[in-house]
């Protein structure tokens, strides 16, 4: 029978593996892809933020993946009270969940970056003015910024937990 450390790893391998594949996905090829062809991209940008669950899902798949891995470490370390954290494992562990919900962070912080975006852009009619351009740079500055850091602790976050086992 399953216990519920078992099931709670299995979802926080799944939850994690979805987070961190769309999210690499997004970062590194499909964002820089909306980038590079102008108004069709931002077409296809605004579809996907606004009328798919992408964003939702990404979201929920993070915030499942931490909980079920802060769950997971707490009972491995006995509540964050055992030498278990200071072995080569439970270092490797929290490194990766450190940078998982550095992750997490900066995920939100894309979303509410891409909701800023799509609203100013939705106030533009026409050429845009001095003002709405000067805003709209500040906001893709900040996006890449966040969406850089992000897919830095994704990459770390998955490498810790992957060898986090080995370390020791």
Not at 17 to 33: D, E, F, Q, R
Request: with cysteine.
């Amino acid at each position: 029978m399953f216990s519920l450390f078992s099931v709670l790893r299995f979802v926080h391998i799944i939850a994690g593996i979805l987070w961190a594949g769309g999210a690499i996905l997004m970062n590194l090829i499909i964002g820089p892809a909306i980038g590079a062809t102008g108004d069709t991209g931002r077409q296809f940008a605004a579809h996907l933020i606004s009328k798919t669950p992408f964003t939702r899902y990404m979201l929920a798949a993070g915030t499942i993946t931490v909980l079920a891995g802060s769950y997971l470490y707490g009972v491995n370390s006995n509540w964050f009270r055992s030498g278990w954290m200071m072995t080569g494992p439970g270092i490797g562990f929290g490194i990766g969940a450190a940078a998982g919900i550095l992750a997490l962070i900066f995920g939100f912080m894309i979303g509410s970056t891409n909701n800023a975006i799509a609203a100013l852009g939705a106030q533009i009619q026409g050429k845009p003015s001095e003002a709405q351009m000067s805003a709209m740079q500040a906001l893709r500055r900040k996006q890449v910024t966040v969406t850089v850091a992000n897919t830095i602790c994704i990459i770390i976050a998955i490498s810790f937990m992957a060898v986090a086992r080995l370390l020791g």
